[in-house]
């Protein structure tokens, strides 16, 4: 199975200004996708960005994009003018293009300082 | 994308009861999972469900413990059965969509507490 870490439990920004949160997979497969789930305390998952692995440009929503370095195997998604709304469980996510099962991260916990 | 709800939204069950937990979509769907949360914790897949065949458990689930139900193409059910406190967790169904089914959608869950 696939292995995705997220090594920082807990991330804090200020209002306005950018935070990334770093993820890290495993695989020896070269056609996958990865995905950032954003959780609010409501507990609806969201899909926030989405990345193909075959793709070279990095994905980009609005104020959120990635930073897909697909040799070191690492997936960051980088916050920008950050507001109070952002304020969650991020949760980076794995799906093997084969398969549309997603292994999950074990989640960053945002929070926005006003 | 798909509208996906559950029901219950939320539950408080005493130990060594059951509880049928229950996804609608919106729309004809040919794959659903369901996913388990445990307080703290990501999200771990319990199973694909398959409609017209028997759901597909992940390595640590079994059918006796999670029977899961896909009698349609927008209806699935999960049932906890003989439920212990270690089973107080969100429950998920999620489908994929998109182009190539290349994104997964989540229906917003069901917040089981087990006494």
């Known amino acids: 199975a696939q292995t995705v870490t997220q090594s920082q439990p807990e991330m804090s920004v200020q209002e306005a200004e950018t935070v990334t949160l770093s993820c890290t997979y495993d695989?020896?497969?070269?056609?996958?996708?990865l995905f950032w789930y954003k959780q609010p305390p409501s507990r609806q998952m969201i899909l926030v960005i989405r990345?193909?692995?075959?793709?070279?440009q990095n994905a980009t929503e609005n104020r959120f994009s990635v930073n897909f370095q697909k040799a070191a195997k690492s997936f960051s998604l980088k916050i920008s003018d950050s507001q109070l709304g952002d304020a969650a469980m991020y949760f980076c996510?794995?799906?093997?293009?084969?398969?549309?099962?997603?292994?999950f991260g074990a989640g960053t916990t945002v929070t926005v300082r006003a | 994308s798909a509208v996906i709800s559950q029901k219950p939204s939320r539950d408080i069950c005493q130990r060594g009861t059951s509880l049928t937990i229950q996804c609608q979509v919106d729309?004809?769907?040919?794959?659903m999972f369901w996913y388990r949360q445990q307080p703290g914790q990501s999200l771990t897949l319990i199973a694909t469900?398959?409609?017209?065949?028997?759901?597909?458990?992940e390595s640590g689930f079994v059918i006796d413990k999670f029977p899961i139900s896909r009698p349609n193409l927008t209806f699935s059910t999960l049932t906890v059965s003989n439920m212990s406190p270690e089973d107080s967790s969100i429950y998920l169904c999620?489908?994929?969509?998109?182009?190539?089914?290349?994104?997964?959608?989540f229906g917003p869950g069901t917040r089981l507490t087990v006494l």
């Open positions: 990345q193909e692995a075959y793709k070279q």
């Open positions: 999620s489908v994929p969509e998109g182009d190539s089914y290349n994104e997964q959608f």
């Open positions: 729309s004809q769907v040919t794959m």
């Open positions: 695989t020896s497969e070269s056609d996958y996708y």
């Open positions: 996510a794995y799906r093997s293009g084969g398969d549309y099962k997603l292994s």
């Open positions: 469900a398959n409609q017209g065949s028997e759901a597909t458990y």
